[in-house]
């Protein structure tokens, strides 16, 4: 079934079909609010929120774009919502998270070492401008097309290969400048 008949089907009152909807999206909603927020928990907790907005707002989805982009769009404002609000910048993995180890195979101090790295990656992300920030997750982490990035960031697919241009090079220098430091 298409997302128009899905939709028209759930606002005829067909509850089924709303569960069929999250199924089909709640892994792209939760990868999205991950790569914003950088915490499992609070991706799950977006995630809810995000097809709670959803069953409340569709009838006001118009289809002038895909719902994807309609959906990706209410999850990455809820995320810089829950961000604002918990005046908090996510982290890559939990305290607890950095001490366990993962593989009895694999020696502490490389599964110590592939942590330190996760989390100065997240750090140089974390560092970008929110617009190159979400660019780069879309594009990157999320594999979406420039053209569905565009309409979700709403604007130019031209300016969206810049700021992923931008932000590659940022991440490059801060990423370099901690691995030329002894």
């Known amino acids: ?18 569960e069929l909807l999250v199924k089909k999206y709640q892994t792209n909603v939760f990868r999205t609010a991950i790569g914003m927020l950088h915490n499992k928990e609070d991706a799950e907790e977006i995630t809810q929120d995000v097809f709670i907005k959803v069953f409340h707002s569709l009838s006001s989805f118009s289809g002038k774009s895909a719902f994807s982009t309609w959906l990706y769009r209410i999850a990455i404002n809820t995320s810089i919502s829950y961000l604002r609000k918990k005046k908090r910048k996510g982290v890559w993995i939990e305290l607890t998270d950095f001490f366990h180890i993962q593989s009895k195979e694999k020696h502490t101090e490389l599964v110590l070492t592939e942590k330190n790295d996760k989390i100065l990656i997240q750090q ?16 990157k982490h999320e594999e979406l097309p420039q053209r569905q990035v565009a309409e979700i960031m709403e604007i130019s697919e031209g300016a969206v290969e810049q700021l992923v241009v931008r932000a590659k090079t940022n991440l490059r220098k801060k990423l370099e400048a901690v691995i030329r430091t002894p």
Not at 12 to 18: A, I, K, L, M, S
């Open 1 to 18: 079934m298409q997302d128009v008949e899905l939709i028209q089907s759930i606002l005829d009152g067909n509850q089924r079909d709303y």
């Open 124 to 139: 140089a992300i974390d560092s970008l401008s929110d617009k190159q920030k979400l660019a780069f997750i879309l594009t």
